[in-house]
């Protein structure tokens, strides 16, 4: 079955300035390294823009009015918070990374394609309801999760995030829904500075499980098989999101995780394989963090390849 690409050419046109850690310059490794032969099989789809009830599900209408009205002249920027800028094309940008995501909800879920994969500018994890941050503007893998719960009456829908970050924006979102569930591995301490085991959501519906600098592979992937896995597969999702984040990799420069490649490829396999047991294998996995250009663009061909395979 078929597995899906889904981007657009204003995430190249949100400009961060010369020296931001997300630069258009990821997207453009990620989307050079999904041109190769070995991705022909990838379906090509231009992300729409999300509506304002789609995105109003997450963020108050207060709140999307304002991100999309920071719209400044050409060569200009905003700073949204210490890390967080936007420049003219932002706004539209913002949008389209939460439409991707609604996008492949819809693939996804009416059979077009079994998996998807967003390859998306701004990240959206760390947006919560109404506060942008760690540069993200709306919490796109949310819009996404509650497209799902709206458009097809799902009652379970998990999303899980191996970004290096804890996704506070996502969480927020998530512990108050028993229909909801969200797990995490993180670097801690470590930007938001959240993402506590004490975090477990309303219904135990949330698993944080923060990694020590340094902790590796080893690490890493115990805390999957022992604590994040089993709890996704108790909570039998009917459709599985990916918070993609690619940051936790040993060449990363604003983390020490020290996560390999081949971890990434492991943990893509585990999510498919429960995916297939409880969601028709039905994944949407969208891009997060990832600030090395060459870690970022070989992660993103191994989880990728093995949604393909997956689809």
Request: glycine share 10%.
């Amino acid at each position: 079955m078929t597995s899906l690409l889904i981007s657009h050419p204003s995430f190249l046109e949100h400009d961060t300035g010369a020296h931001h850690p997300e630069r258009a310059d990821r997207l453009r490794a990620v989307l050079a390294a999904l041109d190769a032969a070995a991705f022909a099989g990838l379906v090509h789809v231009a992300a729409p823009a999300a509506t304002m009830e789609q995105l109003g599900r997450v963020h108050p209408s207060s709140y999307v009015e304002t991100i999309l009205g920071v719209r400044p002249s050409s060569g200009e920027f905003v700073q949204i918070d210490g890390d967080t800028v936007m420049s003219a094309q932002s706004a539209e940008a913002a949008r389209h990374a939460a439409g991707a995501l609604v996008a492949g909800v819809d693939a996804v879920m009416t059979g077009a394609a079994r998996t998807a994969f967003a390859a998306v500018r701004p990240p959206g994890h760390h947006a919560q309801p109404s506060i942008p941050g760690g540069f993200c503007l709306f919490n796109n893998v949310a819009v996404g999760a509650l497209h799902a719960q709206v458009r097809y009456g799902l009652e379970r829908v998990a999303i899980v995030d191996f970004d290096v970050h804890h996704g506070q924006g996502t969480q927020a979102v998530v512990e108050p829904d028993p229909r909801l569930f969200y797990a995490s591995t993180h670097q801690s301490p470590l930007y938001p500075g959240t993402g506590s085991p004490r975090e477990r959501g309303l219904s135990g519906n949330v698993v944080n499980v923060p990694l020590a600098a340094g902790s590796g592979s080893d690490a890493f992937r115990a805390a999957w098989a022992e604590r994040i896995l089993p709890a996704l597969a108790a909570f039998a999702p009917q459709l599985l999101i990916v918070s993609a984040g690619f940051d936790a990799h040993y060449r990363d420069p604003l983390a020490q995780l020290d996560v390999e490649t081949g971890d990434f490829v492991w943990l893509t396999e585990e999510l498919l394989a429960i995916a297939d047991r409880h969601a028709g294998g039905r994944v949407v996995s969208a891009l997060e963090g990832g600030y090395d250009l060459e870690a970022l663009a070989e992660s993103v061909v191994a989880h990728v390849r093995a949604l393909l395979r997956g689809g």
